[in-house]
């Protein structure tokens, strides 16, 4: 009986102690008593590894972890702290302090422990503590901070609620998350941008200098003209416009190209690059042709800007206007000679007839043969149009002696004849009259052998012209032109056809109009350096040690009608 009494007071003794610690933890924690930090001193105290929020969303200064305000619908009565220690024994606890409250739960074996905060309100200076409860110290302590926020609010008031800056992932305190100077509610809102990245359509533009640019901060090529927006703002063109300068080709085109994308006419030749490419002249280039006139000029005149020579006369369109020759017309005055040809003989290519004798300069050069600067070629005092009105020779200044002698040869003959009537000297005319014939005939004679000895020694008759002009021509090519005097050329290629030549094979050897050549052999016979045969219609230019036999013949020079009596 005494035993089981004894038992019953040490069982209730018992009982008594474990309450009074029971009633000492919970008035101490009541009191705030783990709010003391005791240190022990002791480094191997366990200690606070981490302590984190399971329902946090995000994270602020501070290391402020965000947490919504209501979870499910419903305003939270609290969060979920996870703490890790550095030991898992069990004689420690983890608390949560907060506005003088604490709540505390043992550490588990794996030496986490998850408790709830104590409440909602003032969870910016909430700390989490470790504490020892075999020494009934705190062995650690640290200070964490939650804030509680509405899915609504707009924590830095970017104008990009908390709700869509977490689905967006953009951060929840920075307004301009991806820091290309554009608000995350404005890129989101406004402009279809990516908040998080400064360019969007990666481009080498920043978003914000699109926006500044005007161009699509979505699009890498704005105007879809081949180069990026960056590259446009680099070379100075408009990222907006396919043709900056408007000149018919695209930007892409002008830039790839050696064109100016900024400049319509690069060449400054008064035609837009575009319109040059459709022609086929050189927008780089004012004048395509070289010809000393600026392509768009060439435009306005109608010539061709990709030809130098539009009319094919010898001279360049810039040669024509300024000799005030039509560009576009080969023989501007129509006379029969080209523009070029008649500079070349000095002759007026705006007028037909330049020493206005009624002849026109191409009949002169190339049927007459007569002087188309000079009304009067042989100075004869009778123009070349008389000459040919009466039948003479234009190129003969013997013309007017002629006619002088046949009128005073009529008026003689008429007195003699009246005379020989009435002395009877009928008779003795009648014989000179024959003698006159004969001698005549006799000059014929020379002439025609004259021919017979040309003849034979170019192995034909009437055709071979062609081929002593070939002859001659090769002498002619052959030789330097530019220091080789025109008499020397003759010269030469008269050695070249054995000596003796026709006028008019000189002509086809040579690029010399046909005036040219008249007033070169008749410079030269002055000169004595060659023989000009008139043969008939005909003219044989021979060398001196080459003149035909017969030219020697004393009947060859002028006829003169006998004496009387001779």
């Not at 040059?276 to 010539?303: F, H, K, M, Q």
């Not at 007026?348 to 026109?360: E, R």
């Not at 039948?391 to 009529?410: D, H, I, K």
Request: aromatic share 4%; net charge negative; charged share 25%.
């Amino acid at each position: 009986m005494r035993h089981r009494i004894a038992s019953g007071i040490c069982a209730l003794l018992l009982l008594l102690a474990v309450a009074s610690v029971s009633v000492g933890v919970a008035t101490a924690a009541d009191a705030g008593q783990y709010t003391a930090y005791t240190a022990t001193g002791n480094d191997t105290e366990p200690t606070i590894q981490s302590a984190q929020f399971p329902q946090a969303i995000g994270e602020g200064p501070n290391d402020t972890a965000f947490v919504w305000e209501r979870i499910d619908g419903e305003r939270a009565s609290g969060y979920p702290i996870t703490v890790t220690a550095s030991s898992s024994q069990a004689n420690l606890s983890v608390c949560t302090h907060a506005n003088g409250s604490a709540t505390c739960t043992p550490v588990g074996p794996n030496g986490t422990a998850t408790l709830m905060t104590p409440g909602t309100v003032g969870l910016d200076t909430l700390s989490v503590s470790l504490y020892n409860t075999s020494s009934d110290t705190t062995v650690d302590r640290q200070s964490v901070s939650l804030q509680p926020i509405q899915r609504t609010g707009d924590v830095d008031d970017d104008g990009l609620n908390n709700s869509n800056e977490i689905a967006r992932g953009t951060n929840l305190t920075d307004a301009d998350t991806d820091g290309d100077g554009l608000s995350d509610g404005v890129e989101v809102n406004q402009h279809g941008t990516d908040p998080t990245v400064a360019d969007t359509d990666e481009d080498g533009l920043a978003d914000t200098a699109e926006i500044r640019h005007g161009t699509d901060p979505t699009n890498v090529d704005t105007d879809g003209d081949g180069l990026t927006d960056e590259r446009e703002i680099a070379v100075g063109t408009n990222p907006t416009v396919v043709d900056t300068d408007g000149d018919g080709l695209s930007d892409q085109r002008e830039v790839s190209g050696k064109t100016d994308p900024t400049d319509a006419d690069t060449d400054n030749d008064g035609v837009v690059d575009g319109r040059e490419l459709e022609i086929g002249t050189n927008p780089v280039a004012e004048d395509t042709d070289e010809d000393g006139v600026a392509d768009g000029r060439e435009l306005s005149l109608d010539t061709n800007p990709t030809v130098a020579d539009t009319d094919g006369d010898g001279l360049t369109d810039g040669q024509e206007l300024d000799a005030g020759t039509d560009p576009m017309v080969a023989d501007t005055d129509g006379d029969g000679l080209d523009d070029s040809e008649e500079l070349d003989n000095g002759t007026s290519p705006v007028t037909a007839d330049s020493d206005g004798d009624g002849l026109s300069d191409g009949r002169e050069v190339s049927e007459l043969g007569t002087n188309p600067l000079a009304a009067d070629s042989d100075g004869d005092f009778l123009s070349d149009p008389q000459e040919l009105a009466w039948g003479t020779n234009p190129n003969s200044a013997l013309t007017p002696a002629w006619v002088t002698s046949s009128l005073l040869g009529f008026l003689i003959g008429t007195g003699l004849t009246v005379l020989a009537i009435r002395r009877g000297w009928v008779t003795e005319l009648s014989t000179a009259a024959r003698l006159f014939v004969y001698r005549r005939l006799e000059l014929d004679r020379d002439i025609i052998e004259v021919n017979r000895e040309i003849e034979a020694r170019d192995g034909e008759p009437s055709d071979s012209a062609g081929v002593d002009a070939d002859t001659a021509a090769a002498a002619f090519e052959q030789a330097d032109r530019e220091f080789t005097p025109d008499e020397r050329l003759v010269k030469l290629m008269l050695r070249a056809e054995s000596g003796r030549m026709h006028q008019t094979d000189i002509v086809e050897a040579t690029d010399w109009s046909k005036a040219k050549v008249s007033r070169l052999l008749s410079k030269m016979v002055d000169d004595d350096e060659v023989v000009k045969i008139r043969l008939g219609r005909e003219n044989l230019i021979c060398l001196e040690r080459a003149k035909p036999a017969a030219a020697n013949s004393p009947h060859a020079g002028d006829i003169k009608p006998p004496t009387p009596g001779g």
